[in-house]
């Protein structure tokens, strides 16, 4: 049965090892790779512009620096940008690869305002550099790594929208007092820039005592197409002043006053049990923010305690 087990694991290795390497086709000199599933972009509008996530892979022992580019038909519309630019300002056509690490960056796609309808299609090339072999004081260089990821691109006239919602509740159980948080995770897979609206409705026993529409940011730039974008700040309901009990939450996703998505979940108000995390956090404010010492003093006294009770144990006994 212990073999079994052992062998089942180690076939179990082997596959997932062979998916990522599908995934991640790397050249035979083993030094860049790039996530290679192909990009695809349905229903683009013109003048709209749509981004994508390159994963790329240096498997070397020393940092490597390559060229982004892209070609084909969407070559005059691609621009990349670093991972953390979230404004995109700053474009880039080289990016430095930690050691044997991922590296992320972003490739924004512009429609052309004339693009005609049709599909495009194209590539973006990830290139290591070449280098002198420095150490033979030869002039000639290393060949170059190139690992390439189509792409494909459908302009498209016709309005969609599209927009998938995760809805994350900071706790499912709040103590009296602490306002229910709620983040919001927009996935836009349509055409069009959105900017949705949030309604909250809290019920207890079937009764409802809170409706509330919360708009978009003014100052926050709307969810473009393609893109993934969560709000910088939760939605909060404040819990002050109701009575401990459980309670329901629904949340409505509306684009131009039309319902998108729809959510909803239970959550209690003084009602809160001390969990596994609860009791990790108040080992550690014992210990004056060391879980280690938290533990320490808690079997100190506990250690105390026992001698107390052993001594006086001893005492009564000794009396009779």
């Known amino acids: 049965m212990f073999k079994s087990k052992k062998y089942s694991a180690i076939v179990l290795l082997i596959l997932v090892f062979g998916f990522i390497w599908q995934i991640l086709e790397t050249p035979s000199a083993g030094a860049l790779g790039q996530i290679t599933e192909p990009i695809v972009i349905k229903s683009a509008m013109r003048g709209q512009s749509v981004t994508a996530v390159l994963t790329i892979l240096n498997s070397e022992s020393k940092e490597i620096k390559v060229d982004l580019k892209a070609e084909g038909q969407i070559a005059g519309w691609a621009s990349f940008y670093g991972i953390n630019d979230k404004k995109m300002a700053n474009p880039i056509s080289q990016l430095l690869l930690p050691i044997k690490a991922y590296q992320d960056a972003v490739v924004k796609f512009e429609i052309p305002k004339d693009a005609a309808n049709g599909v495009y299609t194209g590539v973006v090339a990830v290139t290591s550099a070449p280098e002198t072999d420095a150490a033979k004081n030869e002039s000639s260089s290393n060949v170059s790594q190139r690992v390439d990821r189509e792409v494909s691109i459908t302009v498209s006239d016709k309005e969609i929208i599209a927009l998938n919602v995760s809805v994350i509740p900071a706790s499912y159980d709040l103590a009296t007092g602490k306002p229910l948080k709620i983040r919001l995770i927009y996935d836009n897979q349509g055409n069009v820039a959105i900017k949705p609206d949030v309604q909250l409705k809290i019920s207890r ?116």
Do not use: C, H
């Open 205 to 320: 026993d079937g009764q409802p005592i809170y409706n509330a529409i919360f708009p978009y940011p003014e100052n926050e730039e709307a969810v473009r197409p393609q893109q993934i974008k969560e709000l910088p700040a939760p939605i909060e309901w404040s819990t002050a002043g109701q009575p401990s009990g459980k309670y329901q939450a629904e949340i409505k996703v509306l684009v131009n006053g039309q319902m998108i998505k729809e959510n909803s979940f239970r959550f209690s108000v003084g009602m809160v049990t001390l969990s596994a995390g609860g009791l990790l956090a108040a080992v550690t404010t014992i210990g004056w923010g060391s879980l280690t010492l938290g533990w320490l003093i808690i079997g100190g006294i506990l250690i105390i305690i026992a001698g107390i009770l052993i001594f006086f144990n001893k005492r009564i006994k000794s009396l009779f």
